[in-house]
């Protein structure tokens, strides 16, 4: 079916997320079914087992009777062997097998794995979450002693040792060792704290936390930690070769290192290269709507627009100048519940990865981890309503070329998109093809609300917007000159929780010129 998650495509988009419910329902009947299937085979061994132990406690037995004597002889001869050699539970298993491999190719693969390891990591990093809280299933920032609830589920969803694990392993075979220290620190502790129960479905053990993080301190710089730590594997598998030599090899790095004075290494967050306005951004997603109100600057101000057109004139939209320059507006209510929902559903069938420009090409990235399609005004009747909603707003033509189709995006689990321009910055850029020159101004509608984070971030202009459920946000990406605004460095919050979709309609710049005046100034 189009708009299927592919293997590799579930943890982009929270829909597929939802979508992957269907194969583990049918995975918890299939389970279901060999459970009374094994329930009924070990009620059948009892009884057995339970007839045969009678006869021999009865202490009385009369091996002289015949019929005793000769069921004793069957039993020996021939109800045994069917006993032991019964095929009922290879073939439960074998259904239970053939079950699974009927839902495989629906099942996430491992990049959805790694994808949702790295969303978790990311949370943890943009809203400054302590990944202790995050084991036990709250979302608190945890800054010096200061301890704020980000967000307060109303059920608590823990995670467990082997969970843990693989997060930290995600990061571990990055070499991403700052992350994965605490990870693998929650999978050693809850591991120590269940040692000996074996649980089926997990993948590590205690051994295996401590192997990793022993590792990771090394790596880290920290040899004393990676040494008491590689001591206390020895304790569980005192056979262990390779560990028995880390553990002489610790012993002698500190020892030779007990003269000279150890600064203990503080590990660093990798550094992402493209992301110079890294703390600007995240700040700016901690402080979720940080614009000043038209208290502090008088020039800011709500009104109700009408533009002079008889549209609006008949139902204006409450228009709220959010920031200057770069100029950008927010319209309250631009669509309803009813339109959100009907947007959503017509694009669902169609999402696919979002990809952005890369030179000439578009590519799916990490730094942008959501779903989108593209809605034609011919899908459906109430695009072209809304493209009329959006020219009488702007005073601008919406009509293709002059503006692309309509974009619809839904994030994925920790999904954002990292500070970006929707203009073109490179004349080769893809964006050109239409040849309708740049893209002109954004119209960006809010198609649901969060629960928490996934704000619109303005980095160079220092304002985030929290999502505005119908709301519509408008901004100028182009000076009048038609050089691209560097102001308008925008980004899409990582949604905490929530299941966040947005709605582009780019606009481009021919087409408008009797619309908005060009000036040569290149601060217009
Ligand atoms: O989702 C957001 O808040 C921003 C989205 C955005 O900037 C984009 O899709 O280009
Ligand atoms: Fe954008």
């Known amino acids: 079916a189009a708009g299927a998650a592919g293997r590799g495509d579930t943890f982009s988009a929270v829909t597929s997320v939802a979508r992957a419910l269907a194969p583990e329902r049918r995975l918890l009947a299939l389970l279901r079914r060999y459970l009374r299937g094994e329930e009924a085979r070990l009620r059948d061994l009892t009884r057995f087992y339970d007839k045969v132990l009678s006869l ?67 949370l943890q990093d943009v809203y400054m979450l302590s990944v202790k809280g995050l084991t036990r299933g709250v979302f608190q920032r945890v800054t010096g002693s200061a301890v704020t609830d980000l967000y307060s589920p109303r059920r608590l969803f823990p995670l467990t040792a082997d969970d843990c694990f693989q997060v930290g392993k995600v990061a571990y075979d990055m070499g991403d060792y700052y992350h994965a220290i605490p990870w693998l620190e929650e999978a050693v502790s809850l591991f120590r704290g269940s040692y000996g129960e074996w649980n089926t479905e997990d993948e590590a053990s205690l051994e295996d936390a401590l192997d990793h993080l ?56 990798p550094n ?84 952005v420009a890369s030179g000439e090409k578009q590519l799916p990235v990490e730094y942008r981890i959501s779903k989108s399609a593209w809605l034609k005004d011919t899908v459906d009747p109430m695009l072209v309503t809304l493209d009329h909603r959006i020219a009488a707003l702007t005073g601008l033509d919406v009509q293709p ?82 050089e691209g605004n560097d102001d308008t460095l925008h980004a899409g919050c990582p949604v905490l929780v929530g299941d966040k979709w947005v709605a582009n309609k780019w606009i481009h710049e021919y087409g408008q010129e009797f619309r908005r005046r060009c000036s040569s100034s290149p601060k217009d």
């Open 214 to 269: 022993a590792f990771a301190y090394f790596q880290a710089g920290n040899v004393s930690f990676a040494l008491s730590l590689s001591q206390e594997f020895l304790l569980y598998s005192p056979d262990n070769k390779r560990m028995a030599r880390n553990v002489l090899k610790y012993e002698k790095l500190l020892a030779e290192s007990a003269n000279q004075a150890v600064a203990e290494a503080v590990i660093q967050r």
């Open 401 to 482: 070329p002059y503006a692309e189709y309509l974009q619809v995006v839904n994030y994925g689990i920790g999904g954002h998109y990292e500070p970006h321009f929707d203009h073109a910055t490179s004349p080769t850029s893809p964006l050109y093809r239409m040849k309708s020159g740049n893209r002109v101004a954004t119209f960006m509608i809010y198609l649901s609300s969060v629960e928490a984070g996934g704000a619109t971030a303005f980095i160079y202009a220092n304002f985030s917007m929290p999502v505005v459920k119908n709301a519509a946000l408008f901004w100028w990406n182009l000076h009048k000159s038609g």
């Open 56 to 122: 021999h406690e009865d202490s009385a037995t009369p091996v002289s009777n015949p019929l005793l004597a000769f069921t004793l002889i069957k039993r020996l001869q021939s109800d045994w062997r069917n006993v032991v050699h019964s095929l009922e539970a290879s073939e439960n298993t074998r259904a239970l097998k053939d079950g699974f491999e009927k839902v495989e190719q629906d099942l996430p693969a491992f990049e959805d794995l790694e994808g949702a390891a790295r969303a978790l990591m990311r």
């Open 272 to 355: 992402v290269p493209h992301l110079q306005t890294r703390d600007t951004y995240e700040g700016l997603c901690q402080t979720l709507g940080s614009q000043p109100t038209h208290y502090q600057v008088p020039s800011l101000h709500c009104s109700y627009e009408t533009n002079a057109s008889p549209y609006l004139l008949l139902q204006p939209v409450r228009k709220e100048v959010v920031h200057l320059e770069p100029y950008v507006v927010l319209y309250h209510d631009f669509v309803s519940d009813v339109e959100a929902q009907k947007i959503r559903g017509l694009a669902e069938p169609w999402l696919q990865r979002s990809v």
